[in-house]
């Protein structure tokens, strides 16, 4: 069977003016990722990221480590949700001060999100996201031949989505599995005359003993 690892991007800055650049902690847990695939010895033969500035970086520097010559190909389909128009629209704004009481609003402001449906303000609302991911992860599995393996650089939103989607609890994948993604973590599905599947969700042993401070959540 094929095999498609969904990355999560390293860590954003958080608090800063830009908040998609890579932190510094971002490019070195990205680092530890490519370090990771190494070891696994999976032979990729397609390799996607979404447009965002946090994804490609994670994907160039987890690929200058891994060796390979797979192009990346970028697909905003890829892309997270607009955590700030969200949160505008369902919470009112919040500002980018303090991590913790940031992730309340959002929790709040993303179930709102998705009970609004197609009627949602939203530039994006949740049916056209969870539609998007869905394409997504459809025509990746489509390009791949028998046996074929496939990594793409993305974000928690995303990977929780496309794992609710497969476990049939879109909302819930978002909601539940979302806030405990961490940064730079691996989830892995697998593709044959089944369909595909969830195999593991969030694999993060890399950040643990002697990389136990690279391990963030947002």
């Not at 892309?79 to 929790?107: C, F, K, M, T, W």
């Not at 599947?197 to 890399?206: A, G, I, V």
């Given at each position: ?43 990729f033969s397609q390799v996607r990221s979404g447009s965002l500035a946090r994804q490609r970086d994670t994907a160039a520097t987890a690929l200058k480590v891994l060796g390979t010559d797979v192009p990346v190909v970028e697909d905003p389909r890829w892309n997270e949700y607009d955590h700030v128009d969200i949160a505008l629209h369902h919470a009112g704004g919040a500002p980018q001060e303090d991590s913790r009481a940031y992730q ?115």
């Amino acid at each position: 069977m094929g095999a498609i690892y969904l990355v999560r991007h390293g860590q954003a800055s958080f608090g800063a003016a830009d908040y998609d650049a890579l932190s510094p902690r971002g490019f070195e847990q990205s680092t530890v990722v490519g370090a990771e695939l190494l070891r696994r010895e999976v032979s990729f033969s397609q390799v996607r990221s979404g447009s965002l500035a946090r994804q490609r970086d994670t994907a160039a520097t987890a690929l200058k480590v891994l060796g390979t010559d797979v192009p990346v190909v970028e697909d905003p389909r890829w892309n997270e949700y607009d955590h700030v128009d969200i949160a505008l629209h369902h919470a009112g704004g919040a500002p980018q001060e303090d991590s913790r009481a940031y992730q309340g609003v959002l929790d709040a402001a993303l179930t709102a999100w998705t009970s609004a449906g197609d009627s949602g303000p939203c530039a994006e609302t949740w049916p056209a996201f969870m539609t998007r991911c869905r394409d997504a992860l459809s025509d990746l599995v489509a390009s791949l031949g028998k046996g074929e393996h496939a990594v793409v650089f993305t974000s928690g939103g995303v990977i929780a989505t496309v794992c609710g989607l497969l476990m049939g609890t879109p909302e819930a994948g978002l909601l539940k599995l979302n806030r405990v993604t961490v940064n730079g973590g691996i989830t892995k599905l697998v593709s044959g005359r089944g369909g595909v599947t969830l195999l593991s969700f969030n694999e993060h042993p890399h950040f643990e003993a002697d990389a136990a401070r690279l391990l963030t959540y947002r």
